[in-house]
């Protein structure tokens, strides 16, 4: 989590920086394995030097992307989990529970659907 640190300090709002530092500590937590970086100013996780899943925060709400393939594949569950997402983010609102069984899937989903990915992001 130390990576962590200085993005985490930069929200201002305390509840969306506890609730950040939630999501991203039980990543760390549940995928040891994941190497934990920040890149585009951004918390990632990423296994073998590809991307696995990102997070951004926003006014109104923490966003998740496990890239298009990720939000294609959990389309309903997503919605099943209240939440809204675009081709490329999943939605958490601040005021929303976070459904980590989702977000962990969504996580074994992109390990073991880029095991042989060579490249950052999928192509």
């Not at 962590?4 to 506890?18: K, S, T």
């Not at 585009?40 to 926003?58: E, K, L």
């Not at 890239?67 to 099943?80: A, L, M, P, Q, Y």
């Not at 999943?90 to 899937?105: A, N, T, Y």
Request: glycine share 4%; charged share 30%; with cysteine.
């Amino acid at each position: 989590m130390e990576v962590f640190i200085e993005f985490l300090e930069r929200i201002d709002n305390p509840l969306h920086r506890a609730r950040t530092e939630e999501v991203l500590g039980s990543v760390t937590r549940k995928f040891p394995n994941l190497m934990p970086k920040i890149a585009w100013n951004q918390p990632m996780f990423t296994d073998h030097d590809t991307f696995i899943i990102g997070f951004s925060v926003a006014k109104h709400h923490l966003a998740v992307a496990p890239e298009r393939v990720g939000i294609n594949h959990f389309s309903d569950d997503i919605v099943k989990s209240g939440y809204d997402h675009t081709k490329e983010l999943v939605r958490i609102k601040w005021d929303s529970p976070v459904d980590f069984s989702l977000l962990e899937r969504m996580i074994e989903f992109n390990i073991l659907d880029k095991a042989d990915c060579s490249t950052f992001w999928r192509k």
